[in-house]
């Protein structure tokens, strides 16, 4: 499957955005992740969405703020991004885990087989 991530911009601290994670194929088979990169830092997990759309998980720092949604039928993902802080300028990437229903939703991007193009969101007064 292939992956496009959009919907970044330059934001003011407090704001809101919503990124879009286009698949080149249905994804009722994939658990969905959404992951960052800030400069100097490593790639860390944001969100994840079971390939059913039954279950999420967020990191710490985004819980409350962030939503991850899915719509299999038009092969997209989301990630709602809303009360936006320095702390969340990075490149934001969709990944991908081909993986069966019982499985558990994965936190680490070694387990992603496929990977978009990112977005980069930037967040600055």
């Known amino acids: 499957v292939q992956l496009q991530a959009s919907g970044g911009g330059l934001v003011q601290p407090g704001d809101f955005l919503r990124l879009s994670c286009a698949a080149s194929?249905?994804?009722?088979?994939?658990?969905i992740g959404w992951f960052r990169q800030a400069p100097g830092k490593e790639r860390e997990i944001v969100a994840v969405i079971h390939r059913s759309g039954t279950s999420t998980y967020y990191t710490d720092s985004v819980k409350g703020r962030f939503t991850i949604s899915r719509d299999n039928d038009k092969k997209m993902v989301y990630l709602q991004m809303s009360s936006l802080d320095l702390d969340d300028t990075a490149v934001y990437y969709c990944?991908?885990?081909?993986?069966?229903?019982?499985?558990?939703?994965?936190?680490?991007?070694?387990?992603?087989?496929?990977w978009g193009r990112g977005t980069q969101v930037t967040v600055s007064s």
């Open positions: 990944a991908a885990d081909h993986t069966m229903i019982t499985a558990p939703l994965k936190t680490e991007a070694s387990e992603y087989e496929y």
């Open positions: 194929e249905f994804i009722s088979n994939y658990h």
